[in-house]
């Protein structure tokens, strides 16, 4: 069946350190994959996305990176800040407008 | 900037009792989800709709649930008969038309049964 996993629960970094998210899928039709962010007490913020077709993506601060041989899924975040610390999703889209598959999170810490 | 709408944020209701959760998806989105997060665990899909209609649906949203667009900015869900286990925050969100789009979501509603 179709699963989206994450390797480590909690990541805890040094603020301005970069941080590196990763998150294994395992449907080979999924074509689109997003980020989100979600702080405490709130819903699923978007951070970034990616669709299948391309290996690498750039927004601000963060870059996100797509791997379909090993079907893996990369965000990374520059010069963490405190205001990063939340808990980070990878959603997998592999029928159109149907759903997002989320992955179990990963928890973000960033200290001063 | 556009935002779905959920209310209310926090739902206390007892065992066996019927809940309607509601959202006001953005306003030219057409395809709109409910997803529930059980504390401290991941999102979970539950529904989808379009057109009208339920396009898809886990294996969660069972007899118990349904979803309605009763107008052209409403979209609820209902839970007709309450358990524990239906504890949880559950997020309305919604999609625009096009290939590879982003679904944004509610600030959720927080339901609790006791």
């Known amino acids: 069946g179709e699963s989206v996993g994450l390797h480590l629960p909690t990541l805890s970094v040094q603020e301005g350190d970069n941080s590196i998210i990763n998150c294994a899928y395992s449907n080979s039709a999924s074509d689109y994959f997003i980020w989100y962010k979600q702080e405490s007490g709130k819903g699923p913020q978007f951070i970034i996305d990616i669709r299948s077709n391309m290996d690498k993506r750039q927004g601000q601060r963060v870059t996100v990176l797509l791997n379909k041989t090993v079907k893996h899924l990369s965000l990374q975040i520059a010069a963490t800040q405190p205001g990063d610390s939340a808990v980070y999703f990878c959603a997998e889209d592999g029928t159109g407008f149907q759903k997002l598959v989320f992955g179990t999170g990963t928890r973000l810490l960033v200290s001063p | 900037e556009p935002e779905v709408t959920q209310t209310p944020s926090h739902q206390v209701t007892q065992m066996g009792q019927e809940v309607i959760l509601r959202c006001v998806p953005i306003?030219?989105?057409?395809?709109f989800y409910w997803y529930r997060q059980i504390l401290g665990q991941k999102v979970e899909f539950l529904v989808s709709?379009?057109?009208?209609?339920?396009?898809?649906k886990s294996e969660i949203f069972d007899d118990q649930f349904s979803v309605e667009r009763p107008d052209g900015s409403n979209f609820t869900l209902k839970i007709r008969s309450t358990k524990l286990e239906d504890s949880a925050m559950y997020f309305c969100?919604?999609?625009?038309?096009?290939?590879?789009?982003?679904?944004?979501f509610g600030q959720g509603t927080r339901l609790t049964v006791v």
């Open positions: 306003s030219n989105h057409l395809y």
């Open positions: 969100a919604s999609r625009g038309q096009g290939a590879a789009t982003e679904a944004f």
């Open positions: 709709f379009y057109n009208n209609e339920i396009s898809e």
